[in-house]
């Protein structure tokens, strides 16, 4: 499926990745991998392995809109940022929201790609 939209739905322990179009959605999964014991491991650590891992399973998509609760947002969008620059100006913009189920996520999303493309010049598929 070739599409250039896609919506993260982000915490601290899984990320969903949801691309679409006008017909179809196409979901993905990240796990955090939490480890048993921290002797040699640290909190830090393991959530930029994951947040490596979600930005991997962004590769390819132009135009990211990052979801989920304020602080799992930031923390993604501060390690992109520094981590994974020629990725940060591919997440176009932000939406805080809490469990959403995955038709409400995809409906948001297009909702907002429709008034960010409109803003930005791009024609309205019909």
């Known amino acids: ?3 250039f939209h896609a919506v993260l739905l982000i915490d ?4 969903r990745v949801l691309q679409f179009d006008a ?3 196409a979901t993905s999964r990240v796990k ?5 014991t921290h002797q040699h491991r640290s909190a830090v650590r393991d959530e930029h392995e994951f947040f490596g891992e979600v ?3 962004l590769d390819g ?3 990211v809109l990052v979801a989920g609760s ?12 520094k981590h994974r620059p020629a990725l940060a100006p591919r997440l176009v913009g932000h939406e ?4 959403p189920t995955e038709p409400q996520l995809v409906a948001l999303a297009r909702q907002w790609f429709l008034k960010h493309d409109r803003m930005a010049g791009v024609p309205t598929p019909t």
């Open 23 to 25: 017909e179809h959605v």
């Open 70 to 81: 304020h602080t799992a947002v930031a923390d993604f969008e501060r390690y992109a940022h």
């Open 61 to 63: 998509i132009i135009e």
């Open 32 to 36: 955090a991998h939490r480890h048993l």
């Open 96 to 99: 805080y929201v809490d469990r």
């Open 1 to 3: 499926m070739t599409t």
């Open 55 to 57: 930005c991997d399973a």
């Open 12 to 15: 601290h322990h899984e990320a």
